[in-house]
């Protein structure tokens, strides 16, 4: 009877120690499997540095690195703020900004070069924010920039917010600048 139960009790210890061994083993081939996703993970991130390294060296677009320098003009106004100018006198030009022409930017240049001179400023018309003030006729004692119409090159000269100069057509412009 005891080599019956001895038999019985190895039995049972053997089949013991196959569940723990198939159990150990089971976690020790999930615990590799785990480390091979994570190595393989980490060798696709690698990979995808160098070839982005690689493709930004080799690239031809380098405006990401160049420092370009920004200026503020403040000569061009939309015809909005005309009535609003913190000086007291200041001359607007109004006139079509086109690059063919350049009469209008030589004549504000001349004027600005000169040592005794009010501040000048000028709206383009071609610019849609300023279209409403383009008519067929003139409003020279406009009191608002709603009421502005403008039908051809004009300078117009304030005085204490209000039109007190309303000068139309190239040469009348040029000659109250050049004076």
Same mark, same amino acid.
Request: include cysteine; aromatic fraction near 10%.
């Given at each position: 009877?005891?080599?019956?139960?001895?038999?019985?009790?190895?039995?049972?210890?053997?089949?013991?120690?196959?569940?723990?061994?198939?159990?150990?083993?089971?976690?020790?081939?999930?615990?590799?499997?785990?480390?091979?996703?994570?190595?393989?993970?980490?060798?696709?991130?690698?990979?995808?540095?160098?070839?982005?390294?690689?493709?930004?060296?080799?690239?031809?677009?380098?405006?990401?690195?160049?420092?370009?320098?920004?200026?503020?003009?403040?000569?061009?106004?939309?015809?909005?703020?005309?009535?609003?100018?913190?000086?007291?006198?200041?001359?607007?030009?109004?006139?079509?900004?086109?690059?063919?022409?350049?009469?209008?930017?030589?004549?504000?240049?001349?004027?600005?070069?000169?040592?005794?001179?009010?501040?000048?400023?000028?709206?383009?018309?071609?610019? #849609?924010?300023?279209? &409403?003030? +383009? =008519?067929?006729?003139?409003?020279?004692?406009?009191?608002?920039? !709603?009421? $502005?119409?403008?039908?051809?090159?004009?300078?117009? #000269?304030?005085?204490? &917010?209000? +039109? =007190?100069?309303?000068?139309?057509?190239?040469?009348?412009?040029? !000659?109250? $600048?050049?004076?």
């Amino acid at each position: 009877m005891a080599t019956k139960k001895e038999t019985t009790n190895k039995k049972i210890k053997n089949s013991q120690n196959k569940k723990i061994d198939s159990i150990s083993s089971s976690y020790q081939s999930e615990f590799g499997r785990v480390i091979k996703c994570l190595v393989i993970v980490i060798l696709i991130l690698i990979a995808m540095y160098f070839v982005t390294k690689l493709i930004l060296k080799n690239s031809t677009d380098t405006s990401y690195t160049k420092e370009e320098k920004t200026s503020i003009q403040y000569s061009e106004i939309l015809l909005g703020t005309v009535f609003d100018k913190k000086d007291d006198e200041y001359l607007v030009l109004f006139y079509h900004a086109d690059d063919n022409d350049n009469t209008y930017t030589t004549l504000m240049s001349d004027y600005e070069a000169k040592d005794e001179r009010l501040p000048i400023y000028y709206v383009d018309l071609n610019n #849609k924010m300023n279209k &409403n003030c +383009i =008519s067929t006729d003139s409003n020279k004692k406009a009191t608002n920039a !709603n009421e $502005l119409k403008i039908n051809d090159a004009t300078l117009i #000269k304030f005085s204490n &917010n209000k +039109i =007190s100069d309303y000068l139309i057509g190239e040469e009348e412009i040029s !000659n109250y $600048l050049n004076n």
